[in-house]
Structure formats: structure tokens, C-alpha cells
């Protein structure tokens, strides 16, 4: 095959690929979004102490901080911004919409909750975090309950060639250090829960429950709490078998082509 012919041979392919590729059909249902949920009971938390030898520890808790983050795209657009307040007596909600990808989130002295929309071609994720600082005198044992919501309404799943990729997710994590009676002491909770969907795995679409964080003490000293959560919803598509069934197929019309060409060129030599 000489120089002219391979490079016919490669134009042809180019173009038998490009053609088809623009053709390639990709199914979903674009009209039903999937849409995430995270919630936070803040109002009902719970504090429980555990003393030693008859005496009740106290606990005070300060330096509260509620941070949220979001981010949603869709083709050729997309938003992204922050919030952070250094109190829990305020209400900070952000809220995001590019186009099919819709994201919102609320942080309140009572509730932290969150949502996530997004249509084929559509991406949407928050966090949100909330921490503070707390005091323990020790000896004993601090127990900290909170209650949580999430789910995931993953309708898109029904369509057979839709990609998603979506999660929705509760933790925490406890902390505390204790330096009394010339030594010192360390204790540390950490709890998660969460669901995803994707196409090789589903979870069940909503769970509630409780985040339980236990401190053990051995004499007064300081700690920390943080809870958060976030969710994301990735909706994509691939395209179906039969595009690629005539991908090859054109491929191997294409190289049927050259090959006759090839013959021709050769015989009138």
C-alpha cells in the first residue's frame, strides 16, 4: 500500500467515525430528575453525662460554626459559591441552579438540610458542616445523640443506558483531650452513614437513624464536635449497543472500500 493510498485509507476512517459518532443515539429520559436529600434534627440533640464516684461532670459548649458549600453544572453553565457563620442563632441558606442542576442547602439554629436536582447532562453536590468546641470536667463519660434523615429518588435508574453516579451521606467525628494528675488522656468518636446509586449498585432510597458520639474522660479537659453531611447527583448516558454495532459496521464497510481500491491500483499496474 503506498503513501496515497494509506492516507485515502485514513481519511475514510476518520470520516466513517465521525459521521457515525455524531449519529450515535443516547437514551434517558431527561424529563425526570434524580434528586438527593440530607436532614439534620439540630433541635433535638441530646447530651447525656456519666460521672465517677457520685459526682456529675459539667459541660459547656462554644465557638459554634456552620460552613456550607455547593457547586451544580450543566452543559455550558454551572455555579458555585460558600457560606460560613461563627454562630448557630442565624439563618444561612445558599441556593444554585445551572440550568437541569438544581442545589440548595439550609443551615439553622434547628435544622441542617439539603437537596440535590439533576437531569441528564446535570451535576449537583453540597456539603455542609457543623463544628463547635466544648469544655469537660471530667471524670466520666459524655454521650452526644443527634437525629438524621437521608434519601436518594433515583427515577432515571428505569433507563437502561443512564449513567448515575449519585450519593447522599451523614458523619461526624467527636474529639477530646484530657491533661490532668501529671499525664494525659485522648478519646475519639467517629460515625457515618450513606446511601449511593450508580449503575452498578443501588441502596435502599431513604434511611433515618441517629449519630450517637461517646467521650470517655479521665479528668476535665477540652474537645471538639463536627457533624456534616453532603450529597451529589451525577446524571450521564452511554450511548446504546446498537451505535456501536454500527460503528464497527461502518468500519468494516469502509476497510472493504480500500481494499477493493487497493486490488484496482494493483492490477492496472
Not at 468518636?189 to 434511611?207: H, I, K, M, R
Not at 451505535?243 to 464497510?253: H, Q
Request: proline share 3%.
Amino acid at each position: 500500500m503506498n503513501d496515497r493510498t494509506k492516507k485515502r485509507f485514513f481519511l475514510l476512517i476518520a470520516g466513517s467515525v465521525g459521521t457515525l459518532l455524531a449519529s450515535t443515539s443516547f437514551a434517558a429520559d431527561a424529563s425526570t430528575p434524580a434528586t438527593a436529600t440530607a436532614t439534620i434534627d439540630w433541635s433535638k440533640l441530646q447530651i447525656s453525662v456519666t460521672g465517677v464516684d457520685g459526682t456529675t461532670p459539667t459541660v459547656n459548649f462554644s465557638g459554634q460554626n456552620s460552613s456550607l458549600n455547593s457547586y451544580a453544572q450543566s452543559p455550558g453553565q454551572y455555579e458555585s459559591n460558600s457560606k460560613s457563620l461563627d454562630n448557630w442563632t442565624e439563618t444561612a441558606q445558599v441556593t444554585y441552579d445551572a440550568g437541569t442542576a438544581f442545589a440548595n442547602r439550609l443551615a439553622s439554629q434547628t435544622d441542617f438540610y439539603g437537596t440535590e436536582n439533576s437531569t441528564l447532562g446535570g451535576y449537583s453536590n453540597f456539603s455542609v458542616s457543623r463544628t463547635e468546641s466544648f469544655s469537660f470536667s471530667g471524670p466520666g463519660i459524655l454521650t452526644i445523640t443527634v437525629p438524621y434523615t437521608i434519601s436518594l429518588t433515583d427515577t432515571t435508574s428505569t433507563c437502561y443506558y443512564c449513567y448515575n453516579d449519585d450519593h447522599a451521606s451523614v458523619s461526624g467525628h467527636a474529639s477530646f483531650y484530657s491533661y490532668a494528675n501529671n499525664g494525659s488522656s485522648s478519646s475519639n468518636s467517629d460515625v457515618s452513614y450513606s446511601l449511593s446509586n450508580n449503575y452498578f449498585e443501588t441502596s435502599p432510597q431513604s434511611q433515618s437513624g441517629t449519630l450517637v458520639f461517646g467521650i470517655f474522660a479521665n479528668g476535665p479537659g477540652d474537645g471538639s464536635l463536627s457533624i456534616n453531611f453532603d450529597a451529589g447527583i451525577n446524571v450521564s448516558s452511554i450511548p446504546e449497543p446498537e451505535s456501536y454495532a454500527m460503528l464497527l459496521a461502518g468500519l468494516g464497510l469502509m476497510g472493504a472500500v480500500v481494499r477493493r481500491r487497493v486490488k484496482a491500483e494493483r492490477s492496472l499496474k
